[in-house]
């Protein structure tokens, strides 16, 4: 059987030069086999629409072993590039329909107007735009920032000194000439002696004029004298009320005397913080009061 020639022309190069040879050969053999026939043995011949190789002559072996190796690369090649020849057609086809695609022209739906996004997006305003607003207003409104800041810092500087002439003004109200003092260098020993720079350093940072002012004047009251004076008996006399006719004289009732040791306890216990200022502020009155009157022993 005789291959056609697009068949042929698929078979590789050196399958194909082999297969002419060999076809050519066949023929020639043929020829001459017919040519030693008598013309009245001859059949009639019928051209095959897809002729075969013809078979080798019997007495010729190699012919007949070249066409056996022809014939079965012929049926292993062939079926191999009828698959490549469809698998290429197939791609062919897919990349035809791709290029046809890719030449129509694209049919995109209309872009919706994005979200709220930062940068102004919102207004329809692209980046760009939206950063060319922000840097005009900012340059715009520079200057008043700049002048509101400037207004807070004058503010909060009136309010702080405001504050310090409002605490010199307590200080100087309840301890007259405290300046003098806070520079004397007693004092300075009388705070380590009694153990109350803790505590009077707690009033200073808690901005307490009425606080300072009373460890000065404790100060001030230990220095004048030691112990109290007593009164006289003309003094306690004067301070009796007359009775009344009918009446048992009534004598004043006496303030009790306070130790300076429960006052510093009291300074500790708000120096280490285990009493509020409010509870110090309370407590301390009746130990002004007795410091006044001379019963602070």
């Given at each position: 059987m005789e291959l056609t020639e697009a068949e042929i022309a698929m078979l590789p190069l050196v399958v194909?030069?082999?297969?002419?040879?060999?076809?050519?050969?066949?023929?020639?053999?043929?020829?001459?086999?017919?040519?030693?026939?008598?013309?009245?043995d001859r059949p009639?011949?019928?051209?095959?629409?897809?002729?075969?190789?013809?078979a080798p002559v019997a007495s010729d072996d190699g012919l007949r072993h070249r066409f056996d190796v022809l014939q079965g690369k012929y049926n292993a090649e062939v079926p191999r590039l009828h698959d490549e020849l469809r698998a290429t057609r197939s791609e062919n086809e897919r990349l035809r329909a791709e290029l046809a695609a890719m030449s129509r022209p694209e049919q995109t739906?209309?872009?919706?107007?994005?979200?709220?996004?930062?940068?102004?997006?919102?207004?329809g305003f692209g980046e760009g735009e939206a950063k060319w607003i922000a840097d005009v207003a900012r340059s715009a409104l520079q200057d008043d920032i700049a002048a509101l800041k400037q207004s807070a810092q004058?503010?909060?500087?009136?309010?702080?000194?405001?504050?310090?002439?409002?605490?010199?003004?307590?200080?100087?109200?309840?301890?007259?000439?405290?300046?003098?003092?806070?520079q004397d260098a007693g004092f300075a020993s009388w705070l380590d002696d009694n153990g109350v720079r803790q505590?009077?350093?707690?009033?200073?940072?808690?901005?307490?004029?009425?606080?300072?002012?009373?460890?000065?004047?404790?100060?001030?009251?230990?220095?004048?004298?030691?112990?109290?004076?007593?009164?006289?008996?003309?003094?306690?006399?004067?301070?009796?009320?007359?009775?009344?006719?009918?009446?048992?004289?009534?004598?004043?009732?006496?303030?009790?005397?306070?130790?300076?040791?429960d006052l510093h306890r009291l300074s500790m216990d708000f120096g280490g913080g285990r009493i509020t200022k409010a509870e110090f502020d309370k407590q301390i009155?009746?130990?002004?009061?007795?410091?006044?009157?001379?019963?602070?022993?």
């Open positions: 194909r030069q082999q297969y002419e040879a060999d076809l050519a050969a066949s023929r020639r053999a043929a020829d001459e086999q017919a040519a030693k026939q008598p013309e009245t009639e011949e019928i051209a095959p629409e897809n002729p075969a190789p013809a739906a209309p872009q919706q107007p994005a979200n709220v996004v930062a940068g102004g997006e919102e207004y004058a503010m909060e500087e009136q309010r702080a000194q405001a504050a310090a002439e409002r605490f010199y003004a307590d200080l100087d109200k309840a301890a007259p000439g405290w300046r003098e003092t806070w505590p009077l350093q707690a009033v200073v940072d808690a901005n307490d004029a009425r606080g300072i002012a009373f460890y000065i004047n404790t100060y001030r009251q230990q220095q004048k004298t030691a112990t109290p004076a007593r009164p006289t008996a003309a003094e306690k006399l004067a301070g009796m009320v007359e009775p009344e006719r009918g009446r048992a004289a009534e004598l004043p009732a006496a303030k009790p005397m306070l130790r300076r040791e009155v009746p130990f002004e009061a007795a410091e006044r009157e001379g019963r602070l022993i």
